[in-house]
Structure formats: C-alpha cells, structure tokens
C-alpha cells in the first residue's frame, strides 16, 4: 500500500520522553503510515526503546548514524521518507490523538501543500496557548502562498517550527535542512511556503511543545549568530522574491539582530553591520520608534527604555491562555 505520510523524528538521548513520543502518534502498525525513526549517535537508552518499537510494528523504520545535529537527522529521515507527506516530530514533544489524521484529511479535502495546527506550551503541571489570534474552535482556513509568507514575517500565527504540520514531501525532499545551524527552521520555512500554493491552518491545538531548561531551544551561544544569519537569508530571499514584503523582513531582521546585540562584540557588530547595510529597507513603522531613534543613535537612553518597555509591557500584555494539568 501507498503510504500516505512519513513520520520523521530525530531522537537523540530522550529516553525519559520518547515513549510518551511516540505512543502518541497513534499510528503505529498502519500500512499508510511510516514512522521513521533517526537514532542521532544516542548515548543513552533512547536506542534501545527505538528499536523495540522497531521490533513491535511493521511500519516502524530505525535509521542509526553518527551525532551530526537535528538538521542532519531530519534530512536523513527526509531522504528515507515514501510518503506522500512528511510530518516532523521532536521526540520530547508530544501530539493530541488522531492529530496525524486531522492535518492530513485537511490537506487532502483542501488541496494544500502544506497544513499546520496550533500547539500548547507544555510545561511541567501546565499548558500555555496562545488564543491571541484565533480560538481553538474557530473554523479552520486557507492562506494563498503570498498571505502564508506575510504571517512568517510577522511571527504571529504562523512560526518558523518545522514540527506541528504537514508538508508535501516532494517539497521537503527540494530543501534540505542546513547542516550544523541553530534556529535550522529560520533558513527553511521560507523555502517551503514559496514552493506551496494553499497553507492551510487548523485552529485546534494539535502538538504538545515540551518546555525544558536544558533542551536546544534554551542554550544559547553561538545560536543567536545562527538565527540572525538565518533571517538575513530569509530577508534577501523575500526581498528578491516578494519585494512587497521586505520591510517586513527587514523590520524582524533588525529587532532580532538589536535584541542581541548586547550578547557579546560579534552580536553588536552584527547589529551595526545590519543597521547600516538595510538601512533604507526598514519600513517607516519601525523608524519612527523611539528605540530606533535611540539605538541607531547608540544613545546612553537605550537601557533606561527597554527598562521602561519591560514594565510597560508586563502591565498590558494579554497573558496565554493557561491550562493546569491534572495531577
């Protein structure tokens, strides 16, 4: 039989989470469905639990190399994958039941390319959601490749998260991820949402994000050089690409690049560099703000304002919708 999706998940030293993983794929012994599995150089028990999976059911495919990142585990599961479609899980994370099903009948009855589902913040004894912008019943909706690429600019509703959606294999296979960078996602999703003509968007949480202190997301370093880089290619690319949108991208790229530029003097040289090079590509919203006033400036105010921004926005932001977890 066909396979209808390719389940992609890298793991490497999960043990104590990849069970949860993968008991809720739900999809484990279907012939439509394949879950394949990228040992990264595991050092722990993660392995073993792989391969008892493995052993358990047919559909379940274990590929073992050597530790190269979470780039190269996906574009070696990407490699293997058969299906008409790739869904990309982290092994620490977990997903709602018949989640795969959900995004892949909405693809199908909707003729996308790409389909995304909304996700909680999952911490120890509670979930975050962002209701900001719709509610998790709301119906679910079709964004054109244009409406798609302008919400990943503006980093609301959709993210630069390679997990939580579908993808059209046939377009994942065309960009493959790019080895030995953190914030991977920035330098890809772009690629993806140009080569899609319908993004559809599914309301309803579908995927657990684990929040843990010590995952990759959390320790930074050379990760934040990574996601600059990543949204300076993302920039140019729309740039040349979608010239309607480029203050947009110049804009994220720009806040990005000053919120890090006190990280060190790679990161404020970084900042100057793109202060200067982009300049006329910032959008006049973002010039007229005082902190750009201020930073373009290197003005002595600029710490007594984001002192002043951080209080002003812990007194109006909206919090995210917070669920408690049964104990």
């Not at 992609?8 to 008991?23: A, K, S």
């Not at 979608?242 to 900042?271: D, H, I, Q, V």
Request: glycine share 4%.
């Amino acid at each position: 039989m066909p396979k209808q999706i390719s389940v992609v998940i890298p793991v490497y030293n999960v043990e104590q989470y990849l069970r949860q993983c993968l008991d809720s794929l739900g999809v484990q012994g279907r012939e439509d469905v394949e879950v394949i599995l990228v040992n990264d150089g595991s050092t722990d028990g993660s392995r073993a639990i792989c391969a008892q999976y493995q052993e358990r059911y047919s559909n379940v495919i274990l590929i073992d190399k050597q530790n190269g990142g979470l780039s190269d585990a996906r574009n070696k599961g990407t490699e293997a994958a058969t299906g008409e479609y790739i869904c990309y899980v982290d092994s620490d994370d977990w997903l709602e039941p018949d989640a795969i099903n959900t995004l892949y009948e909405y693809a199908i009855a909707n003729d996308c390319e790409i389909v995304q589902g909304s996700f909680y913040y999952a911490f120890n004894d509670y979930l975050e959601h962002n209701d900001r912008y719709f509610k998790a019943d709301d119906a679910p909706f079709v964004l054109t490749r244009e409406e798609a690429m302008k919400q990943l600019l503006k980093n609301l509703y959709v993210k630069n998260f390679a997990w939580g959606r579908i993808y059209k294999t046939s377009i994942a296979k065309a960009h493959p991820f790019p080895f030995g960078k953190y914030f991977e996602d920035s330098y890809w999703q772009h690629l993806m949402i140009h080569d899609c003509k319908r993004y559809g968007v599914i309301c309803k949480p579908l995927y657990y994000y684990r929040q843990r202190p010590n995952s990759i997301s959390n320790n930074l370093g050379k990760r934040y050089f990574d996601l600059n880089q990543g949204l300076e290619s993302r920039l140019l690319f729309v740039h040349e690409n979608y010239p309607e949108l480029t203050e947009l991208a110049a804009n994220r790229l720009w806040m990005s690049s000053f919120r890090m530029s006190n990280r060190g003097p790679e990161m404020k040289e970084l900042f100057e560099d793109i202060n200067q090079r982009y300049a006329s590509w910032f959008g006049s919203d973002l010039k007229r703000t005082m902190l750009y006033k201020l930073a373009s400036r290197d003005s002595v105010l600029v710490p007594l304002y984001l002192f002043w921004e951080k209080v002003d926005l812990f007194i109006h932001r909206q919090p995210l919708k917070r669920i408690k977890i049964s104990q």
